[in-house]
């Protein structure tokens, strides 16, 4: 995946130009924008409104009612952990705590500590799991060894490649 | 030499332990050897502790081996396994595993055999029959079919399907709409994304069917954002659709139109309630929206909308291609047909098996998944996502029959099953499905808004042993106000894992106060 760009009204409105036409367009448009930018930022908020002829209400409840819309670029990787119930069956509660080691706090992006964890609730990967999601990669059997090789910068393919080496038998 | 045929799944769970990998030695190591080989992408067959698993295509059938990693590749290879060969790995025929046998695969029939993206291989496969025939009926006969096959909504509430259906063919209007509800947010529930990567033109099929039934032009797929792969491979197996000519301006040359547009969702667990969806379709904040009236009446943009589960509207080109009947024949009471069960959590052999009504909770953690991983015993199993109840290992003989779970306070919800160790901590679990209402409520109504944050406190102070026999009580009104006062099933049913687990693991809410857990 490529890193987002700067922030840029310009490109920004020929994004909400192209997306306009569609029915119901404001989420197809703040996921553009996400993915373009890596956020939302305040000023798309007047842009979509005159685009699409809202109210700046309307577009601000949408643009802060979803998860994924983030108000700021998000400094570091960011691991999205599921911790719904056949995750926590599986253990994904030690990662949490796993984590911690790292200086890593669940939930919170302030410390610079290299990546972030997010908490997600179910990834679909509810029989392969500790699961979580980074860079859009659906990653399986996480354990705290692969934890430490994606919080320290390891590419999430040989991290995923990790899973295949042989192991004990679980705990 | 002919073209020799592997499959290694594309399937998002597949990719998470290595199948991509796996498909890049293999190509390498095919190419080393100069044996020619076309690597297909197809869906998972379900056995998910299997992944990455590889079949090869030989004159005795498809070979599986697995699960396969990067480092098994060239001993694969040396053992022969392009026609078949011997090896540790080697599982035979995927036909005839015991696992695969006992299934009744009528939705899933494709699912993991066939090419996903490849239109061809789903004709060959019995594709498109299912519409074919809807576009030789009326539409009340289409209506009339999928009523009498006695298929209920797989989204949870196990509405009648026919039933809904009519309701928007009876209704007048300019516009209607099918919306598919792919949110599937329910913990321990994947067949919607298996079924969507595995399948697509199944489900842009059933769509089809219930836009010309209704008189539809027009479909929306809502998927949620946590599955990428399953958008990806939706919005590539529409634009194929298109092209040949099975969606647009007239659908398989009949003169009638049917369009259809994949949307994603935002992370939102309130979007998967029919109306909030819809509210977020048209670009609004995911609030429910009160009812009556019934999307069926005033549903998307204010049209007349069928909202139908991916597995609902999946299981209609059946319904049409081989009968009402057929379909209604699988199954027990008022549950008919065939339910694709998720096995997840703490599971020896997790994954997808669809089978008719009536099998046993039993029978499909014990027989088919195997038990815990971990080897411990199984003390609490979850069926039904976040808002379905916890069942105590004794209770397990329960047949999957939408009746019979309703009537020991249980759902069966999507379908899916949650395996816990002995390890678990009820009480844990139970602050958890408030804490998870908590934070996932639209907001619109106070007993759910209000009464999930309280509810966690309660669970919290009898957890720590603060004045536990009175926060009881408060946890029971508490419980009681949530069931009878919230507008959605979302506060309506968080209750049903909080009872539950009070009713199963009391022992759970009295343990000796422990130094508090951080938090
Ligand atoms: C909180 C909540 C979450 C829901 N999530 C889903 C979901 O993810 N997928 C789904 O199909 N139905 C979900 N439903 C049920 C839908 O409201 C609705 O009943 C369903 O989409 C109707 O389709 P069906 O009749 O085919 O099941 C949810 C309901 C509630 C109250
Ligand atoms: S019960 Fe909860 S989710 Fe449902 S309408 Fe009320 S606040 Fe919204
Ligand atoms: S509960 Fe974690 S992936 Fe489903
Ligand atoms: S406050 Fe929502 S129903 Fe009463």
């Known amino acids: 995946m490529g890193l987002p760009a700067h922030w840029d009204d310009g490109h920004a409105q020929a994004i909400v130009e192209k997306l306009k036409h569609l029915d119901g367009a404001t989420l197809p448009i703040l996921h553009a924008l996400q993915d373009a930018f890596g956020y939302v930022d305040a000023a798309a908020v007047p842009m979509i409104a005159q685009t699409l002829n809202l109210s700046r209400a309307e577009v601000q409840g949408t643009l802060s009612f979803y998860h994924d819309f983030k108000a700021k670029p998000a400094m570091d990787r960011v691991i999205r952990l599921c911790r719904a119930e056949a995750c926590q069956a599986q253990g994904c509660e030690s990662l949490v705590e796993h984590a911690r080691r790292h200086g890593i706090a669940v939930d919170d992006h302030a410390a610079a500590a290299g990546a972030s964890l997010e908490t997600v609730y179910c990834l679909g990967n509810c029989a392969l799991g500790p699961a979580a999601m980074v860079e859009g990669e659906l990653v399986g059997r996480l354990d705290a060894v692969r934890l430490s090789a994606l919080i320290e910068g390891a590419s999430v393919e040989d991290v995923i490649a990790m899973a295949q080496e042989p192991v004990g038998e679980p705990a | ?519």
């Open chain 2, 1 to 519: 030499m002919s073209v020799v045929r592997i499959f290694v799944p594309g399937d998002a769970a597949a990719l998470s332990v290595g199948a991509n990998g796996v498909a890049a030695a293999i190509a390498r190591e095919a190419a080393a050897r100069g044996i020619a080989v076309e690597i297909v992408r197809n869906g998972s067959r379900g056995m998910l502790w299997l992944e990455p698993l590889v079949e090869v295509e030989t004159a005795a059938g498809r070979i599986g081996y697995g699960p396969v990693a990067v480092r098994d590749v060239a001993g694969l290879f040396e053992a022969g396994f392009v026609n078949g060969g011997a090896h540790r790995l080697a599982l035979g025929r995927i036909d005839d595993l015991d696992w695969m046998k006992r299934q009744q695969r009528l939705t899933f029939a494709r699912v993991g055999v066939t090419d996903p993206l490849s239109l061809e291989d789903y004709k060959a496969h019995g594709g498109l029959k299912g519409l074919e025939a809807a576009l030789r009926l009326s539409g009340a006969a289409v209506v009339e079919a999928v009523r009498a096959s006695g298929l209920r909504g797989r989204g949870g509430a196990g509405f009648p399907t026919g039933i809904k259906w009519k309701t928007v063919l009876d209704a007048e209007a300019e516009q209607k709409y099918i919306v598919c509800n792919a949110d599937e947010g329910d913990s321990g529930t994947f067949a919607d994304r298996m079924l969507m990567e595995g399948d697509p033109f199944l489900l842009i099929e059933g769509m089809a069917i219930a836009g010309l039934a209704v008189g539809a032009t027009k479909g929306f797929i809502y998927i949620r954002s946590e599955y990428p792969h399953a958008f990806k491979a939706m919005e590539r197996a529409i634009a194929v659709a298109e092209k040949a000519e099975v969606l647009g301006a007239s659908v398989l040359g009949s003169g009638k139109a049917f369009t259809l547009e994949a949307r994603l969702g935002a992370g939102a667990y309130i979007c998967g309630e029919e109306t909030s969806l819809l509210e977020s379709l048209e670009g609004k904040r995911g609030v429910v929206r009160a009812k009556p009236p019934l999307p069926a009446l005033k549903g998307l943009f204010g049209k007349p909308t069928i909202v139908n589960n991916v597995l609902s509207l999946a299981a209609v080109p059946f319904i049409l291609a081989e009968g009402a009947e057929v379909y209604a024949a699988c199954g027990i009471g008022r549950s008919r047909g065939t339910l694709p069960v998720q096995l997840g959590g703490n599971i020896k052999r997790g994954g997808l098996i669809e089978l008719a009504f009536g099998v046993s909770l039993r029978t499909l953690i014990e027989d088919f998944g195997g038990g815990t991983r971990s080897g411990r015993p199984i003390r609490a199993v979850q069926v039904g996502g976040p808002l379905g109840a916890y069942l105590p290992a004794p209770q397990l003989d329960i047949p999957l029959d939408y009746e019979a779970l309703a009537g020991i306070k249980a759902m069966l919800g999507h379908g899916g099953i949650v395996v816990f160790d002995d390890t678990v901590d009820m009480a844990k679990q139970a602050k958890f499905a408030f804490e998870f209402c908590a934070k996932e409520s639209c907001g619109k109504c106070t007993p759910c808004r209000i009464g999930a944050v309280r509810g966690a406190e309660t669970v919290q102070r009898i957890i720590d042993g603060t004045e536990r026999e009175k926060n009881l009580g408060v946890l029971d009104d508490l419980n009681q106000l949530m069931t009878d006062a919230s507008l959605c099933a979302m506060g309506g049913l968080t209750p049903m894992p909080v009872m539950s687990a009070l009713r199963h693991f009391p022992e759970d809410f009295q343990r000796p106060a422990m130094s508090v857990a951080a938090e």
